[in-house]
């Protein structure tokens, strides 16, 4: 059985807002609200959701870039979600993260190889000759020339520079890697390219990544389960044959159909979601889904479903499916 590295129970993150007229306290931005899965040893784990549903916020409370309101963040058996910047040292050696702008996450005021040394000498006494080295090596392990090692930010394309992000996050050894749409600022074909690179390195280094994206093409290509979010919370997480071919959430249902087909004589039948995302501020009572589903009905409106295991390893908030119990045999997965 593999190592569990990372084990995130009931997470919350909420944002406090304006005071209002005359002094009335402000209300809550609801981020993150009550979001737990968990990343074992070499394993990638997609997080997938419309903008603003809290993907990002997720990352960001593992990462201790911010601190949560509620929850709590299990690294290797520890309980970091409450330690202080000095106690949170050594984790931060084996958490990194490479960033979805790779222009803006890099200093552009210092070479392309005081970038990637720069968290490399915080933990590491290395002399001049050995960081040298070490850093050439990543260039050339992230698809760049050492001779590139002078340059500024500016002077690399948007793919090298994301290859420099992740140089970057190498320099430490990291176990697990943020990744927080790596590549949705890349062009197609630099896409590719990027999560190939990201997939050969996890296989070479024993990684383990927590891949953010909206991307769903990406995310099939690059992950072995998949976390599905909707304002603030997880509706359905399954490995990722079972999300791409049998989803059971009416919204991951709704998100794959979305998915244009390349096929002009293939007339695909879609769900169309009607309405709008509802304000994370002031998010609908039971299934925040239920004022966009088309299957609705009393119960979910009223009562907040739970996230159960209805199919092996295949979890899901929908009062509208049943546990593996209660199904006929033949419709379990595989």
Same mark, same amino acid.
């Given at each position: 059985?593999k190592?569990?590295?990372?084990?995130v129970?009931?997470l919350?993150?909420?944002?406090?807002t304006?005071p209002?007229?005359?002094g009335?306290?402000?209300?809550?931005?609801?981020?993150v609200?009550?979001v737990?899965?968990?990343?074992?040893?070499?394993?990638?784990?997609g997080?997938?959701g419309?903008?603003?549903?809290?993907?990002?916020?997720?990352g960001?409370?593992?990462?201790?870039?911010?601190?949560?309101t509620?929850?709590?963040?299990?690294?290797r058996?520890?309980?970091i979600?409450?330690?202080?910047?000095a106690?949170?040292?050594p984790?931060r050696?084996?958490?990194?993260?490479?960033?979805?702008d790779?222009y803006?996450?890099?200093n552009p005021?210092?070479r392309a190889?005081?970038?990637?040394a720069?968290p490399l000498?915080n933990y590491?006494?290395?002399?001049?000759?050995a960081a040298?080295?070490r850093?050439?090596?990543?260039f050339?392990?992230v698809?760049l020339?050492?001779?590139?090692m002078?340059?500024?930010?500016f002077?690399?394309?948007?793919?090298?520079?994301q290859?420099?992000?992740i140089?970057?996050?190498?320099?430490?050894?990291?176990?697990?890697?943020?990744?927080?749409? $790596?590549v949705?600022a890349?062009?197609?074909?630099?896409?590719a390219?990027?999560?190939?690179?990201?997939?050969?390195?996890?296989?070479?280094?024993h990684l383990s990544?927590?891949?953010?994206a909206h991307?769903?093409a990406v995310?099939?290509?690059?992950?072995?389960?998949?976390?599905?979010?909707?304002?603030?919370?997880?509706?359905e997480i399954a490995?990722?044959?079972a999300i791409?071919?049998r989803?059971?959430?009416?919204?991951?249902?709704a998100l794959?159909d979305?998915v244009p087909? $390349?096929?002009?004589?293939?007339?695909?039948?879609r769900?169309?979601?009607t309405?709008e995302?509802?304000?994370?501020?002031?998010?609908?009572p039971?299934?925040?889904f239920?004022?966009?589903?088309?299957?609705a009905?009393d119960?979910?409106r009223?009562?907040?479903?739970?996230l159960q295991?209805?199919?092996?390893g295949?979890?899901?908030?929908c009062?509208?499916?049943?546990?593996?119990?209660l199904m006929?045999?033949?419709?379990?997965l595989?």
């Open positions: 059985m190592e569990l590295l990372l084990d129970q009931g919350r993150k909420h944002y406090a304006q209002g007229w005359l009335r306290s402000g209300s809550k931005v609801l981020a609200d009550g737990s899965f968990s990343i074992a040893a070499g394993e990638t784990l997080l997938v419309e903008s603003g549903c809290g993907k990002s916020t997720t960001k409370l593992i990462l201790r870039l911010q601190d949560p509620a929850g709590r963040i299990l690294w058996g520890q309980a979600e409450a330690l202080t910047q106690q949170m040292r984790v050696r084996e958490l990194q993260a490479v960033f979805q790779p803006s996450s890099l005021r210092i190889a005081d970038i990637v720069e000498r590491e006494p290395l002399s001049d000759a040298r080295d850093i050439a090596h990543l050339e392990r698809g020339r050492p001779d590139q002078v340059k500024y930010p002077e690399f394309s948007g793919g090298q520079r290859r420099l992000g140089a970057r996050a190498l320099s430490v050894q990291p176990r697990l890697i943020v990744c927080d749409e $790596p949705s890349l062009d197609v074909s630099v896409q390219q990027v999560i190939n690179l990201l997939m050969d390195l996890q296989r070479e280094f990544y927590l891949f953010i991307d769903l995310v099939e290509h690059i992950s072995h389960r998949v976390a599905v979010m909707y304002l603030g919370k997880i509706v490995p990722r044959k791409f071919s989803p059971l959430h009416p919204y991951t249902e794959l979305a087909v $390349p096929d002009p004589t293939v007339r695909k039948q769900r169309v979601l309405g995302v509802p304000s994370p501020m002031s998010p609908p039971g299934c925040h239920h004022t966009r589903c088309p299957s009905e119960r979910c009223r009562e907040e479903p739970a295991q209805v199919l092996p295949q979890w899901v908030a009062h509208l499916r049943q546990p593996a119990a006929q045999p033949e419709e379990a595989p």
